[in-house]
């Protein structure tokens, strides 16, 4: 499958999209709180997915030599790395999750991100993995402009989370999306700059950097052929971004009021 150059009418359909999904997270944020558990933030994000009209991507999503998947998001606490399956333990203070989204629009286009949330008062260890994975993606994103390489954004990533300590999960990556949830092409979150494909305006894919506190080795939990988790079971974080390469640089499509401020670096580069 060859990268897709989106047209201006399909870049429209997307910003949609990635505008609804972001949605989600938003409606779903207040509820996070300890007590709940994962499976009620997948009712929540259902409930809203359908009050927009979208529907989850992930559901019934059955990638070869998986099952199908069962829930509308994928929540994945502290050591679990990816693709966590909602269910009824109850979240409790000092507990991290990622929650990651994506809907599908009644004209068929897929909008992808997700985003970390802390229960409660977290540790100094755990906050500053949620910080420094957040600042990581940024540091990816700023690498986007026509002509740049997809090594770029990979080495950018790395070389901010190893000289911070933290280890970069090699197994999975960012991707191409449009009318298709995994397209062409792969976004690595390490890689050598000048290297990979070239960036080229109308490019859409995603940037979700996974990040560990301990050693980047995950592993599969159990057996039901979704959840990965840290082979040492240290923390992990996950932020994720739909972004367009744009005539000038870049655009944020799934940015939306509830999440964090951007990085002062980010306020730097851009004003």
């Given at each position: 499958m060859s990268i897709t150059i989106k047209t201006a009418a399909d870049i429209a359909a997307m910003r949609e999209a990635c505008r609804l999904a972001s949605e989600v997270l938003d409606y779903i944020a207040p509820h996070?709180?300890?007590?709940?558990?994962?499976?009620?933030?997948?009712?929540?994000?259902a409930e809203c997915m359908a009050r927009q009209g979208t529907r989850s991507a992930t559901v019934g999503y059955q990638p070869p030599g998986y099952p199908p998947y069962p829930a509308s998001l994928c929540t994945s606490v502290n050591h679990?790395?990816?693709?966590?399956?909602?269910?009824?333990?109850?979240?409790?203070?000092?507990?991290?999750?990622?929650?990651?989204?994506?809907?599908i629009t009644q004209d068929g286009w897929y909008g992808d991100s997700s985003r970390m949330y802390l229960i409660g008062e977290c540790s100094v260890a755990a906050k500053r993995l949620c910080a420094l994975t957040y600042e990581a993606m940024w540091h990816g994103i700023l690498q986007?402009?026509?002509?740049?390489?997809?090594?770029?954004?990979?080495?950018a990533i790395q070389k901010f989370a190893e000289s911070h300590g933290l280890s970069v999960v090699r197994e999975f990556c960012g991707h191409g999306i449009g009318k298709n949830f995994h397209e062409e092409p792969q976004v690595l979150h390490y890689g050598r700059p000048g290297t990979l494909e070239e960036l080229k305006p109308g490019m859409i894919f995603t940037i979700e950097p996974m990040l560990n506190v301990g050693r980047r080795e995950i592993k599969e939990l159990g057996n039901d052929g979704w959840t990965i988790i840290t082979k040492d079971r240290s923390l992990s974080a996950q932020w994720e971004h739909t972004v367009l390469v744009t005539p000038t640089g870049y655009e944020v499509l799934t940015l939306s009021a509830g999440y964090p401020a951007l990085p002062d670096f980010v306020h730097a580069t851009t004003t």
């Open positions: 996070i709180q300890p007590g709940i558990t994962t499976l009620e933030i997948d009712r929540l994000g679990v790395v990816c693709h966590g399956i909602p269910n009824d333990k109850p979240l409790k203070k000092g507990d991290i999750v990622n929650v990651d989204v994506t809907v986007v402009k026509p002509g740049a390489k997809l090594g770029d954004i990979g080495h």
